[in-house]
């Protein structure tokens, strides 16, 4: 199963981008990678999922690398509000169905 | 509106006894999952289940039961058997099985508390 490593915390400036960066070295071909966030005492939130391609919706854009091998969600504004632990997931394999692993995450800190 | 709904969201357990989480999707969703999370922790899976009438042990089953006996219900019993049961416990649900593409959505989770 594909895992993922995600800095244990950063800050970001009010207004300007969040870039949080995630390294799936193990992902295999058929894996998506997702985006969810979770703020205190919150069922996680989904944000945004990709398999190759660089994504993009109305919360965030992803941008995955060519080897699939790391990516990086951006959220293009940082507000207060995105102050949150955000998970990078892989999903596991066909054999254990669509479960989500969850690491530690990383914790977002938008500041004024 | 379509969407998971965990109850309670605040409960106390006394030791020794079993207590029930409710879980109830009315996305029509296949496949349901229970999370436990600690203070400060990731997410840890309890028990998932594909369809009606199935579910399979997670990572960390041992003390808790479920049952799916109808598609959009998914309850967990937290039972006299585990034995550090405080957490937030969080449900969840995915369109279907077998897919990695589809998302999964989460219910608002539940407190316990053993005094």
């Known amino acids: 199963d594909a895992k993922t490593t995600q800095p244990t915390s950063m800050d970001c400036a009010e207004g300007r981008a969040a870039n949080l960066p995630c390294n799936h070295s193990?992902?295999?071909?058929?894996?998506?990678v997702y985006w969810y966030r979770q703020i205190h005492s919150q069922g996680p939130q989904y944000i945004i999922h990709?398999?190759?391609n660089n994504e993009t919706n109305e919360m965030a854009s992803l941008i995955i690398t060519e080897d699939r091998k790391s990516s990086t969600l951006i959220l293009p504004h940082a507000t207060l509000r995105d102050t949150a632990v955000y998970y990078c997931?892989?999903?596991?394999?066909?054999?254990?169905?669509?479960?989500?692993?969850f690491g530690g995450g990383t914790r977002l800190m938008v500041k004024p | 509106d379509g969407g998971i709904t965990q109850s309670p969201k605040y409960l106390f357990r006394k030791e020794g006894q079993n207590v029930t989480l409710s879980c109830e999707q009315n996305l029509n969703h296949d496949a349901m999952y229970w999370y436990r999370q600690d203070p400060g922790q990731g997410l840890r899976l309890i028990y998932y289940s594909q369809i009606v009438n199935d579910f399979q042990k997670g990572d960390i089953a041992e003390g808790y039961s479920v049952s799916r006996e109808k598609k959009e219900s998914f309850p967990l019993t937290v039972t006299s058997a585990q034995k550090n049961p405080t957490a937030f416990y969080l449900c969840?649900?995915?369109?279907?099985?077998?897919?990695?593409?589809?998302?999964?959505?989460f219910g608002e989770g539940s407190w316990l508390t053993v005094v």
């Open positions: 193990t992902i295999s071909g058929n894996e998506y």
């Open positions: 990709g398999l190759k």
């Open positions: 969840a649900s995915n369109p279907s099985w077998g897919f990695s593409g589809n998302t999964i959505y």
């Open positions: 997931i892989v999903r596991v394999g066909d054999n254990a169905g669509n479960m989500l692993t």
